[in-house]
């Protein structure tokens, strides 16, 4: 008889404790030959401890967001067979750093979890092609900024001296 290894998932808790409690038994329905393991910040180990179907807790040892510059050493050595990222809307808008951080550790698939449970594979071309429309969308957004703030650098202030002009209070 050939011995195959468990196998192992990996939670990196990005949404709140509230929605784990409903993605969770989704999840277990999902994957149901892994083992748990989970991944939060510091301040949340004593919350995670009430999950009885955690293989393992670990503690994310850097303070801040999840970022792809900051590597978690207790993360060294392993390879997860998935990783799932819960985010706490729909589409997973505003997760771009948890996304990222998630290619810092060794797996085969990537999952995000939404707030209503959808579990979507999220591949590492997706993850990348989200990043460069992030900053693709930074880049506009700065020239347009800097496009619209001569013309309303000078007519802002015109605009709003008519609204306050006591000769026009008689017209209304």
């Given at each position: 008889?050939?011995?195959?290894?468990?196998?192992?998932?990996?939670?990196?808790?990005s949404?709140?404790?509230?929605?784990?409690?409903?993605?969770?038994?989704?999840?277990?329905a999902?994957?149901?030959d892994?083992?748990?393991?989970?991944?939060t910040?510091?301040?949340?180990?004593?919350?995670?401890?009430?999950?009885?179907?955690?293989?393992?807790?670990?503690?994310y040892?850097?303070?801040?967001?999840?970022?792809?510059?900051?590597?978690?050493?207790?993360?060294?050595?392993?390879?997860?067979?998935v990783?799932?990222?819960?985010?706490?809307?729909?589409?997973g808008?505003?997760?771009?750093?948890?996304?990222?951080?998630?290619?810092t550790?060794?797996?085969?698939?990537?999952?995000?979890?939404?707030?209503v449970?959808?579990?979507?594979?999220?591949t590492?071309?997706?993850?990348?092609?989200?990043g460069?429309?992030?900053?693709?969308?930074?880049?506009?957004?700065?020239?347009?900024?800097?496009?619209?703030?001569?013309i309303?650098?000078?007519?802002?202030?015109?605009m709003?001296?008519?609204?306050?002009?006591?000769?026009?209070?008689?017209?209304?």
């Amino acid at each position: 008889m050939e011995y195959q290894r468990p196998l192992n998932a990996l939670i990196i808790r990005s949404a709140s404790f509230q929605q784990l409690d409903q993605n969770l038994p989704e999840l277990l329905a999902a994957f149901p030959d892994h083992r748990f393991d989970m991944l939060t910040h510091e301040h949340g180990m004593k919350l995670a401890l009430k999950y009885q179907d955690l293989n393992r807790i670990i503690s994310y040892s850097h303070s801040g967001s999840f970022s792809i510059r900051r590597r978690e050493p207790g993360l060294r050595g392993i390879r997860y067979d998935v990783v799932i990222i819960p985010v706490a809307n729909l589409t997973g808008a505003g997760f771009l750093n948890v996304l990222f951080f998630s290619l810092t550790i060794k797996t085969n698939r990537r999952f995000l979890c939404n707030m209503v449970s959808d579990i979507k594979r999220v591949t590492v071309p997706a993850i990348l092609l989200k990043g460069l429309g992030s900053v693709i969308n930074k880049f506009v957004s700065g020239l347009l900024t800097l496009a619209t703030y001569p013309i309303l650098r000078l007519a802002l202030p015109r605009m709003l001296s008519r609204l306050d002009d006591p000769s026009r209070k008689g017209n209304s």
